[in-house]
């Protein structure tokens, strides 16, 4: 360790665990020699040390996922090598297990997709998996998954050598320094303050303090919602043949890991009802420190354990650990700049996975801070995606029991969070509950998923990858938009009001599209970075010469914001503010739109007078409402903004007229469906920060000759340029009506793998399940091509043909909009 503190550097990481050293060598390994990790105690003293050390990939559902797993498990495989510092990696293998259909299912249809991205997880039979874990009971078990080159690794060993690859770069590590205060100037993040009054000043500072970074980043205004809760594992005595090289097993229905540990076996438990950890914050001298255990509200769960590995019931406890580990809302890692303090930057809230994923996310976080961009897809795990709401106490309090299970149980397409619900709720929301809606929950909003006949049919009976007893309401839903009229609530909606001299200015540099438009018109643009990837994919609504409203979804709100703020210059004169709450929207769509509203307004909703992406403030009652004319689900249609103090009546006018044209509530499983029978984009969800507008398919929303240019114009240049792209999104369409997609599937041109669906859901016009994903060849995918070869789209080891399409393969000359 260096001994005497410096007073300045380039970039200072607080925390000297498994993220902070991760961090450190990921920077060195691109140059960055000046790097200094203060750590208050000792290297791994906060959660490091107690680590089960896992090097197992789970069932990974996005490319970054497995791109940051694995570039985990190669780093820790091959460090040895060059510090001299074993990482006590072993890749003994690891074995899931099933013991129900839904659970084979969900494995069988992610294994192609982590096969495609270096992760060998292949089926083996129910006796292989015996005859791998020996000291198991798998009776009961329908199927098992094995990855031999999984593994294990020793968390100080592993810590250490990443300090030794990192001193052996250039960086700087001391212990015993405890930082106090964020520095801060003009927004902008200017080092350190330690206990002891000293101050360091760096460039840069990097928050991976582990469950002490939400009180630190909130010490600094910085929002970093995440939350410690008691954690457990179990070693039993010595177990006579007990091999050294057991698998690594993960049984879901136990919620439970098994792996051998030093002659005894290790159970790891993630159970639901699982138990937070001081609230208020952790104590700074918290150091190597354990949890009594609550043997009470644990017992039931060891029982449980047990019952896989009956034969060692009666071996004796060496140790019942219990220590904390931090977790976030959505079980997902805060990595990237932080949206209040410029050049600050966070990875922290690994959930229980700092030693798995800790190298990935050190060095997803090097690169974006060296590179100011990120090398993989963050729109999952930017720190930016939070409010303020989902890290109150309270919140905290009841959203962590959930939150253990939920990592480790069984997973469905549309699950959601149980607790910690109603942080927002649409302003119609009680009146939506009376028709029926059944309520999902994404990024703290209430949504409505879908509508049943009556409010007490508003329930799932079962989850299921298969139908639900909802479809047939949701299939309902989708023929309504297309031949009458849907309501659907989408107040969820980020909505800002942009305003000011430079607002022009400001969104112009930002968009890829022309947005220096009459007021009155609607632009579709993309944003994107220095790189051409997607930052954004919206709308922009000029208002008036100097007012916009800028409209995206929920999940890009902080993004959003964040990107508004942090372009505009310091001559220029913008404000924005957040119009979410102060309005709702009522989207109202299909043939019949025009005849519904034009019941309930006086004024002239005819295409003449209020043509397609045009808006206009219209009255409905006694409200004046901006009506925008807009779709996003390939119908004639309209998003009413409506002031909230105004919603319900003007929701209860729109019903009640309605009932003239067949109007429906309809919710987001019928946005989905709808919308990719159009092939519509959706940032976050099929487009991310690593693609771009060019290869998406959205080069007629790209005006490279605008005036001024605009970020990321000149590599959009390059890539439009050389022609026809190797790799184009295209839409699917299963020629078989039975099987659905989901998201994940493999792509297949003339019996050769090509790609992978970002997503899916069922074209009940189209007459079968439809997704859209990146499809790349050798040579340029021509349409000739893509209309001449044989496709094949992979669902749980089985191909079903599939036609690909480059226009949306309903309405693709967007007729029924434009009416």
Known sequence: MATELPTQTQTLIIGGGSIGCNTAYQLTKLGMKDVVVLEQGQLTSGTTWHAAGLIVAGLLKSESECEIYTLGRDLYANLEKETGISTGFRDVGYLQIASNQERVHEMRRLAPFMRRHGINMHEISTQEAQDLFPIGDLSDVLSAFYIPEDGRANPVDVTMSLAK??????????????????????????????????????????????????QLGASAGINLPLQAAEHYYLITENIQGLSRDLPVLEDPSTYTYYREEVGGLMLGLFEPGAAAWNLDGIPDSFSFGEITPDWDRMTPHLEKAFSRVPSIIDTGVRKFFCGPESFTPDLAPLVGETPEVRNCYVAAGLNSLGILNGAGTGYVLAHWIVNG??????????????????????????????????????????????????????????????????????????MTDWFAPSPEQANIEKYSWFRQNWWAWHAEEHKAAREDVILMDMSLMSKFMVQGRDACALLSRLSCNQVDVEPGRIVYTQWVNEDGGFEGDLTVTRLALDKYLVICGENAHGHTEMRMNRYIREDEFVTIFDATAATAQINIHGPKARDLLQQVSFADMSNEAFPYLTAREIDIGYACVLAIRVTYVG??????????????????????????????????????????????????????????????????AVKLDKAGGFIGRDALAAIKDKGVPCCRMLQFL????????????????????????????????????????????????????INAGQWQVEIAGQRYTAQASLKPLYDPNMERIKC
């Open 635 to 700: 119908e004639l249609g309209w998003e009413l903004h409506v002031p909230t103090l105004n919603a319900t009546q003007v929701y209860d006018q729109l019903v009640e007229a309605g009932q003239e044209f067949g109007l429906r509530h309809a919710g987001l499983q019928t946005l989905s469906s709808l919308r990719l029978e159009k092939a519509y984009r959706d940032f976050g969800v099929d487009v991310d920060n690593t693609d771009n507008p060019i290869e998406a398919g959205l080069g007629f």
């Open 373 to 446: 961009l990120a090398p993989i897809d963050v729109t999952a795990i930017n720190v930016n995606r939070f409010t303020h709401s989902e890290n109150t106490p309270a919140f905290r309090r009841d959203r962590t029991p959930e939150l253990l299970g939920r990592l480790f149980g069984q997973h469905y397409h549309n699950d959601a969070p149980q607790s910690a619900r109603d942080v927002k709720r649409s302003v119609l929301h009680d009146r939506l509950m009376a028709a029926g809606a059944f309520f999902t929950e994404g990024h703290g909003w209430e």
């Open 734 to 785: 299963l020629h078989d009506p039975e099987p659905l997609l989901y998201g994940n599937e493999l792509i297949y041109l003339d019996g050769r793998e090509v790609g992978y669906l970002q997503v899916g859901a069922y074209g009940h016009t189209l007459g079968g399940a439809v997704g859209i994903g990146f499809a790349r060849t050798e040579s340029p995918l021509t349409a000739k091509i």
């Open 165 to 214: 690859g990192a001193r052996m770069g250039g960086a700087q590590f001391f212990e015993g320094v405890t930082v106090v205060e964020i520095m801060i100037k003009n927004g902008v993040t200017t080092g350190v303050r330690l206990a002891t009054g000293e101050t360091i000043t760096a460039e840069n500072v990097v928050i991976c303090a582990g469950m002490w970074s939400r």
